[in-house]
């Protein structure tokens, strides 16, 4: 039913009500100081040059008094700067892309479904409704054991996968930046489900024959949020190691994780999870602000491990046949939502506007006194950021948090399009959604970025990133994006039919 014009009236109305609302508040310091200050000159105008030079010389300075408080200001100035946390900047990432002879379109995937369950129907017409109401595309990438008949899941084909995911990430982000392996100080890998002896770390720093002091950590078991679990990590190393670089690679391995069951609740990750990984170099120098792309401003953790039901929601077990694969709870998007309300409780009062903060406490106070009906006000984080990256973990996920945010499309563009064109990445796919972003030439000096990120735990962990400088697009560049960013974003139909 369309609007009435009072409606539509009301509404504008409305709408500009509250712009002036959050820029009063928002600028309160500005309208109290400007009169204050205002009126100082006016009183020195009025008193003139003679009243001025006789107040100053009527007092009286104690050269052992002004000694003793200029002590005080350059140790309390000394204080502050030792105390106060070193800068972390994003210099450069890269993120791998697949190789075409990987992809997987939906007549592949079904049709090796078919052979591999060839006794089990339904389970194919499962899998088939899955990725019919995916929002994937036809250019998403499974590694090479898995295009066979049987998939051949072998420790060899796994090391393989990890080696051209991870070196083909860091080789480009070494091009990129310029940094040569004996610049690294710190190495963290992130990767959940595959973590061989040695680790894929030791990998790295055997390949890259990386300097024997190095401080690496391998990160296993932790799910699609440890991308930003290896960020915070990074954060705290680099707080204690000054003039250092950080290495950070996220990844999951698919080759050693492909169920070849029938249970359902355990055939929606061969449905959604893709090949992936990324190389992100973080640093404390401060010679890297101006060339760095990106500033860590917070980074937010809320674990729900305590519940029963949040930790078994994502869950490896093995089904009634003995075989191995990841089982995903019915309840999952319930306590993916109560995890997210954790973290934005948390994260919001170091990042909203004091209009919404105090839209929000009005509202809590009135439902605690007033009327406990009243609906809870959600603040408006379009208002902290100008740019979210939500983890591309499926179309359900993305869905509940466009609407729990109230969100446009355009905000979760970046999720459905690499969603779209390169799958569930896991803990990587918030750099895919990034360089979309980057790619689109959106990305603008001083915008704010959230990158929220949901894993087995079960985990909801927040980072913000505040722009250096105006990301430029090039015609040249090697990006995930450069050789099919024209073509997004696609329209998304709600069912795919196969």
Not at 79 to 87: A, G, Q, T
Request: charged share 20%; with cysteine.
């Amino acid at each position: 039913m369309p609007e009435t014009p009072h409606r539509v009236s009301t509404s504008v109305k409305l709408k500009y009500v509250k712009q002036g609302y959050q820029y009063l508040v928002n600028h309160i310091l500005t309208f109290i100081l400007i009169p204050i200050m205002f009126a100082v000159f006016v009183e020195i105008l009025r008193l003139g040059p003679e009243q001025i030079l006789t107040i100053w010389n009527s007092l009286q300075f104690d050269l052992i008094q002004v000694l003793c408080s200029t002590f005080l200001v350059v140790f309390i100035a000394t204080v502050y700067f030792m105390s106060k946390p070193r800068s972390i900047y994003l210099v450069d990432y890269a993120c791998y892309k697949p190789p075409v002879t990987c992809r997987v379109p939906f007549s592949t995937f079904m049709e090796h479904s078919r052979l591999i369950l060839k006794d089990n129907p339904k389970s194919v017409d499962f899998q088939m409704r899955i990725l019919e109401r995916s929002g994937l595309g036809e250019e998403t990438c499974l590694p090479p054991a898995i295009h066979y008949i049987p998939p051949t899941p072998t420790m060899e084909a796994a090391r393989g996968e990890a080696e051209v995911v991870i070196f083909s990430s860091i080789d480009s982000l070494m091009q990129k930046t310029g940094i040569k392996p004996k610049d690294i100080d710190i190495l963290i890998v992130n990767c959940s489900l595959f973590s061989p002896t040695p680790s894929l770390s030791a990998m790295i720093v055997n390949k890259y024959k990386l300097r024997s002091n190095i401080k690496s950590y391998n990160l296993s078991g932790m799910g699609c949020s440890a991308g930003l679990i290896s960020i915070d990590l990074a954060r705290d190393l680099l707080q204690v190691h000054p003039n250092s670089n950080a290495l950070v690679i996220s990844t999951e391995i698919i080759t050693p994780n492909y169920y070849k069951g029938s249970e359902r609740a355990m055939l929606l990750p061969n449905c959604l999870f893709r090949m992936g990984g990324a190389a992100v170099l973080l640093s404390n120098k401060r010679r890297d602000s101006r060339r760095a792309k990106y500033k860590l401003v917070h980074v937010v953790r809320t674990h729900k491990g305590a519940d029963d039901k949040a930790y078994k929601c994502v869950y490896e077990q093995e089904d009634p046949q003995g075989k191995v694969g990841i089982n995903l709870s019915k309840d999952l998007m319930v306590i993916a939502g109560e995890a997210l309300k954790s973290n934005i409780t948390t994260i919001g009062p170091l990042v909203l506007p004091a209009s919404e903060q105090l839209l929000f406490l009005f509202t809590l106070i009135g439902r605690k006194i007033f009327n406990p009906k009243w609906k809870p006000y959600i603040p408006d984080f379009k208002q902290a950021f100008e740019h979210f990256c939500i983890h591309a973990g499926g179309r359900a996920v993305i869905d509940e948090l466009q609407k729990n945010l109230q969100l446009s499309a355009e905000h979760v563009e970046a999720s459905r399009m690499t969603l779209h064109r390169f799958g569930n990445t896991s803990s990587s796919s918030l750099w895919y959604e990034m360089g979309y972003i980057e790619a689109k030439g959106r990305m603008k000096k001083g915008d704010r970025v959230w990158q929220i990120a949901f894993g087995s735990g079960f985990k909801c962990n927040s980072a913000v990133w505040k722009c250096n400088r105006t990301i430029k697009t090039t015609s040249d560049g090697d990006g995930p994006w450069q050789d099919c960013i024209d073509r997004y974003p696609v329209h998304i139909p709600e069912i795919v039919k196969l």
